[in-house]
C-alpha cells in the first residue's frame, strides 16, 4: 500500500478507480469518483489517498483527509453525501490497520455509503436518503405520483401554469446552465436561506465556494457539475447544483427567490430536473440525506447512509471521542424526539428573523 495526494495518482490507477466503483454494483454516486476526490484536493491540502496494490495492478482506494494529531475524515466531510473506500471485490482490510497504516488516529463519516463493510462497525447511526427513480422514464414517475401524492402533483403543475400565465416570455427550465453567474444567484440565494433558518452558513467557507465553482465546469463521464435552473420570462426563481454520473445524479444545494414562494417554484424545479433526468438516462436522483417536507412528497424510495468514526486504541483516539461524542448524543437525542427537534427548529428559525431584523 501506498498513501499519495490525489494529485499523484498516475492515469492507471485513475482508471483502476472508475472501474472498481463500476464492478462493485453500488449507485454510481459521482462522490465516489476519483474526480471529485481530485477536486477536493485542489482546495483542501490535507486530501491523501491509500492505495493498494496486487502484484502490479491496483485494487483498492481510500480517500480521506488528514487533520491535526491524525484526525481523519472522510473526504469532503460536511458536503460529500457518499463516502467510504472503493475496494475490489474479496479485498478487506482491518479497519485499525489501515487507520495505522495512514497514521491516523481516528477516521469520521457522516455519509458512508451502504455496502461499506469494512467500516460497519464504526457506525453509530443510520440515516435514510430518499431517492427519486425515473429508470421506466419520466411519464412513469409521474403517474406513480399522481397515485401516491395527488394532491401534491395537482397543485404543483397548477402553480407552475399560474407562474407561466403571469410572467412574460413564460417558464422554462434549463437542466445544465453554464452561465456562472446563475451559480452566483445560486449561492447567494443559499446562503440566505442558511441565514434565514438559523443554520451554518456553509458558502461562507472558502474552501467549499471554490470548491463548488470549479466542479461547475467540471465535465467528466462519471462526475459532472450540473446547474438547473427555471427561469420566469429571463428571471431565475430556483435553481439546484449537483454531480451527476451516467446514471445518478446527486442532489446539493437547492434553492429559490423568495419573492416567488407562493408558486412553490423548488417543487416545480424538482419536477423539471426528474424529467430532463430521465431524458439523459440518468435513472437516479437521489435527493441526500435529512428530514424535509419536499423530500417525502418526491421520493419513490430510499438508500441507507451511517455516520460514525473508525478510532484506533490510544491517547488520540480518547481525544478524538471527547471532542466529538458528546455533540453527536446531543444531535442524536434530538432526532429521536420529533417534537423536541421541531422546537428546536422555530426556535432557530425566530433567532434567525431576530438577527435579520425581521
Known amino acids: 500500500m501506498r498513501v499519495v495526494r490525489p494529485g499523484e495518482l498516475s492515469a492507471r490507477e485513475v482508471e483502476a478507480w472508475r472501474k472498481l466503483r463500476a464492478e462493485s454494483g453500488a449507485p454510481a454516486n459521482p462522490f465516489m469518483e476519483p474526480e471529485f476526490t481530485r477536486a477536493v484536493a485542489e482546495v483542501r491540502p490535507r486530501a491523501r489517498v491509500a492505495v493498494w496494490w496486487d502484484g502490479d495492478e491496483p485494487v483498492g482506494f481510500f ?30 482490510p482491518g479497519a485499525r490497520a489501515l487507520l495505522r497504516h495512514c497514521g491516523l488516529a481516528a477516521w469520521e463519516f457522516d455519509n458512508l455509503e ?3 463493510d469494512l467500516f460497519r462497525d464504526a457506525a453509530v447511526e443510520s440515516f435514510a436518503s430518499p431517492v427519486i ?18 394532491k401534491f402533483l395537482k397543485t404543483t403543475l397548477a402553480k407552475e401554469r399560474r407562474l407561466a400565465r403571469r410572467t412574460d416570455g413564460g417558464v422554462r427550465f434549463v437542466f445544465d446552465e453554464r452561465d456562472p453567474a446563475a451559480l452566483r444567484t445560486l449561492m447567494a440565494w443559499k446562503s440566505a436561506q442558511y441565514r434565514r433558518t438559523g443554520r451554518r452558513d456553509r458558502f461562507a467557507k472558502e474552501w467549499i465556494n471554490v470548491l463548488v465553482r470549479r466542479l461547475h465546469t467540471l465535465r467528466t463521464p462519471g462526475c459532472s457539475g450540473v446547474l438547473s435552473v427555471l427561469y420566469a420570462g429571463e428571471r431565475p426563481v430556483a435553481a439546484h447544483f449537483g454531480l451527476r454520473s451516467a446514471t445518478v445524479l446527486s442532489c446539493w444545494f437547492p434553492a429559490y427567490d423568495p419573492a416567488f414562494a407562493k408558486y412553490s417554484p423548488g417543487l416545480v424545479l424538482h419536477l423539471r430536473m426528474a424529467e430532463a433526468a430521465a431524458a439523459a438516462g440518468i435513472g437516479v436522483l437521489d435527493l441526500g440525506r435529512g428530514d424535509a417536507e419536499y423530500k417525502d412528497a418526491l421520493k419513490t424510495g430510499e438508500l441507507t447512509v451511517y455516520e460514525g468514526a473508525a478510532v484506533r486504541p490510544g491517547a488520540r483516539a480518547a481525544l478524538h471521542r471527547l471532542r466529538r461524542e458528546p455533540a453527536r448524543r446531543l444531535h442524536a437525542f434530538v432526532r429521536s424526539r420529533p417534537a423536541l427537534a421541531a422546537h428546536g427548529r422555530t426556535a432557530l428559525n425566530r433567532l434567525a428573523r431576530l438577527r435579520g431584523g425581521g
Open 133 to 150: 427513480d425515473v429508470g421506466e422514464g419520466y411519464a412513469a414517475y409521474e403517474a406513480l405520483l399522481r397515485v401516491r401524492s395527488p
Open 114 to 116: 451502504d455496502g461499506q
Open 63 to 92: 480517500p480521506y483527509e488528514k487533520g491535526p494529531l491524525g484526525q481523519g475524515r472522510a473526504i469532503g466531510f460536511g458536503v460529500s453525501d457518499s463516502q467510504g473506500a472503493v475496494l475490489r471485490d474479496g479485498l478487506r
